[in-house]
């Protein structure tokens, strides 16, 4: 039997990518340049049994889907840059009280209303730094309209295992792009459910990590009561001062993510066996990234891309390794140097790291990375 | 016979962290008296709250419970009334949570009538921050941040409530203990978005800016205002200046949103 194949925009691919991962529950508020998602979901959730609410702000939207996934359901949200930053207080509530759901962001410009049709790369520090106090964070940020589709199901599968918020961050070109689509058999890709509970109500403690670092999470009305809230807390779920229980909690949320880095991280290698210049590149500016690096080889520059997938946790592992070996990395990205914080961080001084800053609005094209390439010597 | 409060008590969470004279403990013991009275069930019942003194109270109850962020509660609620209709979802919060930095959520939490009770326990003040005017604090009061008295108007709850669509809205205070429970009791048997707001008293940090000299003068305080509806209907204009009503003040029938979702679903399916 063939596949199914659809021409899809970004968007669209993100509302059927949820669907397929399970998603039974979507709240929103209305936002350029992400709102096709919530309108298939208001479509497409109700035929199924789902449930899709449109909440009076972008923070009651992150409440509400908060609120669903206590009580069970595989919740998402889509926003942009102006309503991330509104919903920043509710994500660090879902970090710190470990409740998946999936908040996908279309990078346009910004600060404030920006340019809402504009594309951006400039959300990339706010998927991590976003809401106040320590706290983990995944961030996927796909490059074309059927990584999309599959990111989500991935960002799914990621906030269930880690019982954590995880954003999906496609930039606005990536969100209103259209491209096939070729849609995977039920069971072709893995879903991932939350751990539940094996022992009785009585005994159930909502953060017991008698069983690793990541608590067995049971859901409202399924038979089990226990206490949920923002405060730090103990494993039984209640506020705590205790200075050893705070650390310990606070450092086992982080360490969540930090220790798992290798299941998190994907990312992809083009032509980087000899590669003197690497461009590291995410979204669709590691479209023009790849454009430009065909171009350099057939130059005769041993030139390579290092696309990002995953932008938090950070490719810290895979940067560092480069560095060692490279002559310069060229960081093209839509925003003043977001990225390239991160790469100079991991080269550590080994190798230089020249970015390519564009935050008016216009991809950045191939001839600007090939001219960069040029530059290192 | 006594009634059994530890029931609904979890085990080991008391002493609570109000005041001494704070009136909370008097509405907790009166949403108690009224789950038992409709003989809840605690695996089914989610008490959802935000920030501040009162929204501490679900801590203390046996339940599934939802202790949320500064405002914010009736939107968590819609989530989990939403996820899971069959659940009676009960919301608990003061006056600045609720109207101030909540009162987007709280209005259009009534505008949808959504099948929740609301319970706004109204001390006219911020009480956890030390106590700064609230949306509810009258004209010309003194609060830490009106130290020569408040120039806003304040918030009728009640009227807020009617005007935003809730379809059942009651008053008490925590002076008229035996009527909570009644009030709570009715509130979650009607069905649709329900509102009972409880006058109570912060001596702590509003009274004793105001000049009540004693917790019993701001409980005879409640007293003296509280005017029951009926009572009102036989009184003058005049005899109600500065009166209170308290009671069932609104009630109608009106679609609930879950079910009217439920209807959602039946027309995408069928449409499939």
Not at chain 1, 112 to 121: A, F, H, L, R, V
Not at chain 1, 134 to 146: E, F, G, N
Not at chain 1, 368 to 374: E, G
Not at chain 2, 82 to 93: N, S, Y
């Amino acid at each position: 039997m063939s596949k199914k194949v659809a021409f899809l925009q970004g968007n669209e691919a993100a509302a059927q990518g949820a669907l397929y991962a399970g998603c039974n529950f979507f709240g929103g508020y209305p936002i350029t340049p992400s709102t096709e998602v919530a309108e298939v979901m208001s479509i497409e959730l109700p035929k199924i049994g789902g449930k899709f609410i449109q909440m009076e702000d972008e923070i009651g939207a992150m409440a509400v889907v908060l609120g669903a996934s206590l009580a069970g359901a595989k919740a998402l949200t889509s926003t942009s840059g102006p309503g991330l930053s509104l919903k920043q207080e509710l994500i660090g509530y879902g970090c710190i009280a470990e409740i998946p759901c999936v908040v996908y962001n279309v990078m346009r410009g910004g600060p404030s209303t920006g340019m809402p049709t504009g594309p951006s790369q400039s959300d990339v520090m706010s998927a991590k730094w976003g809401t106040h106090g320590d706290h983990p964070a995944i961030c996927l940020t796909p490059a074309s309209v059927q990584e999309t589709y599959e990111e989500v199901i991935r960002a799914f599968n990621l906030s269930e295992k880690y019982r954590t918020p995880v954003f999906v961050m496609p930039d606005e070109i990536v969100a209103h792009m259209r491209e096939r689509v070729v849609f995977p058999e039920k069971g072709e890709i893995e879903v991932l459910e939350r751990i539940s509970p094996t022992v009785t109500p009585d005994a159930y403690k909502p953060y017991d990590t008698s069983c690793g670092d990541v608590p067995p999470l049971a859901a409202f009305g399924s038979g089990y009561k226990f206490h949920v809230t923002g405060l730090n807390k103990a494993q039984d779920g209640f506020p705590t001062t205790k200075a050893e229980l705070v650390q310990a909690e606070e450092e086992r949320q982080v360490r969540k993510v930090d220790a798992n880095v290798d299941d998190i991280v994907h990312f992809e290698e083009y032509l980087l066996d000899d590669a003197d210049v690497v461009v590291v590149a995410y979204g669709s500016t590691s479209r023009s990234a790849r454009f430009a690096v065909n171009i350099a080889r057939e130059q005769g520059i041993k030139a390579g891309l290092f696309r990002i997938k995953t932008f938090w946790p950070f490719p810290d592992k895979q940067i560092k390794a480069l560095a060692g070996k490279v002559k310069g990395f060229i960081v093209p990205e839509m925003n003043l140097g977001m990225c390239s914080l991160e790469v100079e961080r991991n080269a550590q001084g080994k190798a230089p790291v020249l970015g390519i800053f564009r935050v008016d609005g216009e991809p950045i094209n191939p001839d600007q990375i090939l001219a960069k390439i040029k530059e290192v010597k | 016979m006594a009634f059994d409060y530890d029931k609904w008590i979890r085990p080991g969470k008391l002493p609570h962290i109000w005041c001494p004279g704070c009136g909370h403990g008097i509405v907790m013991k009166g949403l108690i008296r009224a789950f038992e009275t409709l003989q809840l069930k605690k695996e089914n019942t989610a008490l959802v709250s935000g920030i501040g003194c009162a929204s501490r109270l679900p801590g203390y109850i046996d339940c599934c419970t939802l202790h949320t962020a500064h405002g914010r509660a009736a939107a968590f609620a819609t989530g989990v009334k939403m996820a899971k209709p069959e659940m009676d979802v009960i919301l608990v919060g003061g006056d600045g949570d609720g109207t101030a930095i909540g009162g987007n959520h709280f209005i259009h939490a009534c505008r949808r009538n959504i099948n929740m009770t609301y319970i706004i326990i109204n001390n006219y003040i911020y009480g956890m921050t030390g106590g700064q005017f609230s949306p509810c604090t009258p004209t010309g009061h003194k609060a830490s941040t009106t130290p020569y008295g408040n120039p806003d108007p304040g918030f009728d709850i009640a009227k807020l409530a009617i005007g935003a669509g809730a379809t059942f809205v009651a008053r008490g205070t925590a002076y008229h203990a035996n009527q909570i429970d009644k009030l709570i009791v009715e509130a979650i048997q009607h069905k649709g978005f329900s509102v009972v707001e409880i006058l109570d008293d912060c001596p702590t940090t509003y009274g004793r800016r105001n000049k009540y000299k004693s917790v019993i003068e701001m409980m005879n305080r409640l007293k003296e205002v509280a005017v029951p509806v009926k009572a009102a209907e036989k009184m003058s204009a005049e005899q109600l200046e500065g009166k209170v009503l308290t009671g069932i003040l609104y009630k109608e029938v009106k679609p609930d949103y879950t079910s009217e979702y439920a209807k959602v679903i039946e027309r995408a399916q069928a449409a499939k």
